[in-house]
């Protein structure tokens, strides 16, 4: 669902500073990106109203890891249909599968 000026919009979830401008950089001229340090900080977002069209989602980040971030994104019921990307630098193939059986994609930014 575009925003008023056209654009979809992305969440970006990472606890790096540092990715979350480099992939902001990368996506803002055709997005409209919201970005969150925390599942914490994403779920604010989304009590607050804001529904993205896509949401990239880091799997390491403290206290509220990327699988349990994933988990309550999932019982909002207008998030449901959300897709969620999910970016780690972890290259275990469990891990990978996992992401796969969610029905959502790993990429690996290592």
Do not use: C
Request: hydrophobic share 40%.
């Amino acid at each position: 669902m575009p925003d008023h000026n056209g654009k979809k919009k992305i969440l970006l979830i990472d606890d790096n500073e540092i990715q979350l401008n480099i992939y902001e950089a990368q996506l803002r001229t055709n997005y409209e990106v919201t970005t969150a340090r925390s599942g914490n900080d994403a779920l604010d977002y989304l009590f607050r109203g804001f529904i993205p069209d896509l949401i990239i989602l880091d799997i390491l980040m403290p206290e509220m890891d990327g699988w349990e971030t994933f988990g309550r994104l999932k019982t909002v019921s207008r998030m449901k249909e959300v897709p969620i990307v999910f970016l780690s630098s972890i290259n275990d193939k469990r891990e990978i599968d996992r992401a796969f059986s969610t029905g959502r994609a790993h990429i690996n930014y290592e």
